[in-house]
Every structure is written in C-alpha cells, then in structure tokens.
C-alpha cells in the first residue's frame, strides 16, 4: 500500500515551494529509488497545468561515469544540459540513494575536473535562480540507504522525514507559513547589521556581515528547511572553527574538520577522517577557500544528526558555514565550483553576539 505522506510531500513540492503555474517547462530530476515520489510529482505537475520532463538516475550510473571517463570526458557539457539550464522554468529534484559510500573510492580530482567544467552552468542556475527566472527545490526520499545512514529504521526514518517536513499533518503548507513568519522577525532584526561573531568551545570567529542580505529559509527551495542565512563579506572571515559534525560530500565522510581563517581565507585546514579530499576540495578553485554563506539552523524538529546535509544543517541549535559559491540573493561575489556546508553544533556554552549585541546563546535567539 503507499504512503499517503508522500502523495502530500508530492502536493507540497509543487503548489507551495515552487507553485508551478500553468505552460511551465518543469525538470523533475530523480534517483531511480525514488519513482513513487517522481510519479506522484508528474500527478501534482500535471494537474497544475505544468509541462513536465523527468530524468532518472542512479548510484550505478553516476559511479560508472566518473570511473570510466576521460578528463576530456568529465569536462564535456552536454548541448541537453545547457539548453536546461537556460531555459527550464522550474526544477523539482528528487534526491535517493541505494548506497551513499558508492563513491567513496572514485578520485577525488576526477570529481574536481567534473565540477569546474560545471561551474558555467551553476553560475547560469544561481542567476536566474536570484533574478526570479527559475524556480527550483529539492528534498529527499526516505530509502534504505539514509535511514542505514542516520542509524534508524525505515519506519522511524520516514516518520522522522514526514515530521520534519510536515507531511504527517492535515495541513503542511501552513506549518510552512508560520515558520517563515517567525523566521522572518529574525532576518529583520539583522537587517543591516554589520559584525557578528561567534564564540563556543569550538568556535572563535568573527566575520562582516556588511551590506549583506539575510533569507529566510522557509521550505520553498530545500524541503525541509529552517535556517536563516546569508553570504559573509569575502575577506572578513577571522579566527578559527572546529566542526563538531562530520562533513559529507560527493559520498565522502570527512570528520574532525579544523579551519582556520585569516582575512576570510582558509591558511590552514585539517580533518582527522578524510583530510586529502578535505584539501582537494578547497583547492579547487581560487574561490574554494573563502565563504560563501553563514547560517543558523532553526529546525527543533530535526535534532539528530543523520550524515545527510539537507537535514543536518537545519538542526535547530546548530550554525553551518559553507565554503565556496556564494548564493548571490545574499550579496555573496564569492565565486567556486564547490559549496560545502559543515555544521557545528552550539547548544551549550555558545554565544553569537550581532554588532556587540548578544543575538543567540546556547540554541535560541535572545532578540
């Protein structure tokens, strides 16, 4: 029998976060685990009067195709890709997993080569994203694989996605609404403030956050959300942080990251777990090593952490930072092939003080 949450999940994707109106060209991209959300997406898109196309993936195919290519392989954009990225008017992505270590054992610079060739089109996603001209979102399926990851079953795990998406009450779309109602007395508060600095047993770091804009992270792009954020000035980024989580990307675990920033650059950086892909990834690009967001997460329904980064960075009690792209909503000119999130907890003996004046202490706002 299925899930009727996800017929709901399905609903919420595409009349709240993107409300997909009738004549839209509308991208669902989706892992192959994932069908029965994809098919109920196409239901929603359709009877929304969109114009939908699906594309289907899968672990198996993503690995062969970085194991098997040849630089010149990896750096070729597809004339099919390029034409999506200029034009779709909606992106709805279905993100699953039959194991999420598939990669871990494919070379770090092939991954690097890929994404830099890359770089174009997500600069085309992130401008038209800003500019209004598309609208996108994602969120997860609750398969195997992630509930293996967050050490739960899949019973718990799906209860755990339709409660921290509001998929298991009568009416998610306005749990959305109130959550970016309060969400939004926090960005209003910090608009136009100007230093914030955060001090923490793994934490003492201040950066700008001058002429730069807060959003409020309200479901309508990562389903679920709950953060607040914004990109910091470039070069204002001083001190040092040790994250508490481990940082997960293109399949890899790296925990026990230490970076330490002068002028907003990363001058050194060590991980206990991982620590060579750790410095790839910063090498990247000149951008890699600056940031390109600051954020708080708001989320008090999500409070365990479950190795999947659209979660973990929402915990409510937890700050994130991501080195790389900046989002240019925010102001961000930090330019990267690379945006990696890494989350550090502040729950406990942690203060974030906003222009002097004590803004977060411990998990909760004090304004």
Not at 162 to 176: K, R
Not at 186 to 204: A, F, H, I, Q, R
Not at 212 to 224: E, K, L, V, Y
């Amino acid at each position: 029998m299925s899930d009727p949450r996800i017929k709901k999940l399905a609903d919420l994707l595409v009349n709240y976060s993107v409300k997909v109106q009738p004549g839209q060209w509308v991208l669902i991209t989706s892992h192959i685990i994932a069908e029965p959300l994809a098919n109920e997406v196409l239901r929603a898109v359709l009877e929304a009067g969109g114009l939908p196309q699906i594309l289907m993936s899968s672990d198996d195919l993503v690995e062969t195709d970085l194991r098997y290519s040849s630089d010149e392989q990896l750096t070729w954009i597809s004339p099919v890709v390029k034409t999506i990225y200029e034009e779709v008017d909606v992106m709805i992505a279905l993100r699953g997993a039959e194991n999420t270590r598939s990669l871990t054992n494919i070379d770090p610079k092939k991954q690097q080569i890929q994404a830099q060739a890359r770089q174009e089109l997500m600069a085309t996603y992130m401008k038209r994203s800003a500019e209004g001209d598309l609208k996108w979102t994602l969120t997860q399926y609750p398969c195997p694989a992630y509930a293996q990851d967050a050490d739960m079953s899949l019973s718990e795990y799906q209860d755990f996605v339709h409660s921290a998406t509001y998929t298991d009450q009568d009416d998610p779309v306005s749990e959305w609404e109130r959550i970016h109602n309060e969400q939004q007395k926090v960005v209003d508060w910090l608009n136009g403030k100007k230093e914030v600095t955060v001090k923490s047993p793994n934490v003492d770091l201040s950066l700008s956050i001058e002429g730069r804009t807060f959003i409020n992270s309200d479901g309508t792009r990562n389903m679920p959300s709950g953060e607040v954020f914004t990109g910091p000035v470039e070069d204002s980024a001083n001190g040092w942080v040790e994250y508490t989580y481990p940082a997960i990307e293109k399949g890899k675990e790296v925990s026990g990251i230490r970076l330490e920033f002068k002028d907003g650059k990363v001058v050194k950086a060590s991980a206990e777990k991982n620590e060579d892909f750790l410095l790839a990834m910063l090498d990247s690009d000149d951008g890699a090593r600056y940031l390109g967001e600051f954020a708080i997460g708001t989320n008090y329904g999500i409070q365990k952490f479950t190795k999947s980064i659209l979660y973990d960075e929402k915990i409510g009690g937890s700050f994130h930072m991501a080195v790389g792209f900046g989002i240019p909503e925010t102001g961000s000119k930090n330019v990267s092939s690379i945006h990696w999130d890494m989350i550090c907890d502040v729950r406990e003996d942690s203060e974030i003080h906003v222009d002097g004046e004590l803004f977060y202490k411990d998990g909760k706002f004090q304004i």
